[in-house]
């Protein structure tokens, strides 16, 4: 690898205004949505904004104050990618219908290059993937070294609708926290910084958004009839989630749980936590594999 910790100025903290914004937490969103096992999914208020005491105006300045560095970061990345480093990172999203997993991927990853970034969504087997094991997919789009990915929902449905859905019998989908646990630690030890974040949305929210989508006919395409039996299983779900939340947050890999009824709130949140990510890889630019000064020289010769 020759990427080097040189030249991050302008980059380290963000500009003055960033940092004069970023003062509104209270507490690092790293450590304020970070699951704590055994905690309850249902103790958490999906319209609170825990650590973060700027309101909405300063959320939404935040982001794009941070923007910036968040491009700069990635392009940082990327270049180490190139460069033969081994580096990547990896954003699971989950949520249940509605919970704006998509509006996550156009506003917050959106403020990249699009070049950098795998972004892949999982919906029901194919017949091609039920062929193989689960993880058979998940690990096809794990990003190269330099990317970031994104996972659109992800690994984790095999304890989520396969489970409440009845699609395996207990002694399979119970299996799968300890393989996801070991599929991400083998993840991580080759180079991949994984953030995984769960967003959580109140039923009262979530019947909103459904009927917007059935108001708005510019919405009609994102309405599937099948999300109302979703939502009928409401407490099989947010069991399901306990124990994922319970049983695969760990330590290469944790979980940080999003309250997402206020959609800038859980915006900002991802945003600072990919920040987060990226800051933590303290990228430098790779230095030239040629000489820069006969390069300059032979250029002026033309
Ligand atoms: P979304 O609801 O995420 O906005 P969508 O409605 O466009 O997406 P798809 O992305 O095509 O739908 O598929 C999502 C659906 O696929 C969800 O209902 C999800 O539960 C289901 N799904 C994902 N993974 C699996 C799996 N391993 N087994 C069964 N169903 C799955």
Do not use: C
């Not at 959320?59 to 968040?70: D, I, K, S």
């Not at 094991?133 to 659109?152: E, K, Q, S, T």
Request: glycine share 8%.
């Amino acid at each position: 690898m020759t990427a080097h910790a040189t030249d991050r100025s302008g980059t380290a903290d963000g500009t003055a205004e960033a940092r004069a914004l970023a003062r509104e937490w209270t507490a690092p969103p790293t450590t304020s949505l970070r699951w704590t096992p055994g905690a309850r999914l249902t103790g958490i208020d999906p319209r609170s904004t825990p650590g973060w005491e700027g309101g909405k105006a300063g959320a939404t300045a935040l982001v794009a104050a941070h923007a910036p560095e968040l491009s700069e970061l990635q392009e940082r990345l990327f270049a180490e990618g190139r460069s033969g480093g081994s580096r990547s990172m990896l954003l699971v999203l989950q949520g249940l219908d509605t919970a704006g997993k998509g509006g996550i991927v156009r506003h917050v990853v959106g403020l990249v290059d699009p070049q950098g970034v795998m972004h892949r969504s999982f919906g029901v087997p194919t017949a091609e993937e039920k062929a193989h094991g689960y993880l058979w997919r998940i690990r096809n789009a794990l990003p190269r070294p330099g990317y970031i990915g994104v996972f659109d929902r992800s690994h984790y449905e095999q304890v989520l609708v396969v489970r409440v859905e009845g699609l395996e019998p207990r002694a399979e989908w119970e299996a799968h926290y300890d393989e996801m646990n070991a599929f991400e630690a083998e993840v991580a030890a080759s180079g991949t910084r994984i953030v995984k974040v769960a967003l959580v949305i109140s039923r009262d929210e979530q019947k909103a958004r459904l009927a917007e989508r059935l108001e708005r006919p510019d919405k009609h395409w994102k309405y599937n009839p099948g999300d109302i039996d979703t939502r009928l299983r409401w407490d099989d779900y947010v069991a399901a989630y306990q124990d994922m939340l319970d049983r695969t947050s760990t330590e290469v890999a944790p979980w940080h749980v999003v309250p997402a009824d206020r959609k800038w709130f859980a915006r900002l949140a991802v945003s600072e936590l990919l920040l987060d990510a990226l800051r933590s890889f303290d990228l430098g630019w790779p230095e030239a594999d040629f000489d820069v000064e006969a390069e300059k020289r032979r250029l002026a010769a033309t």
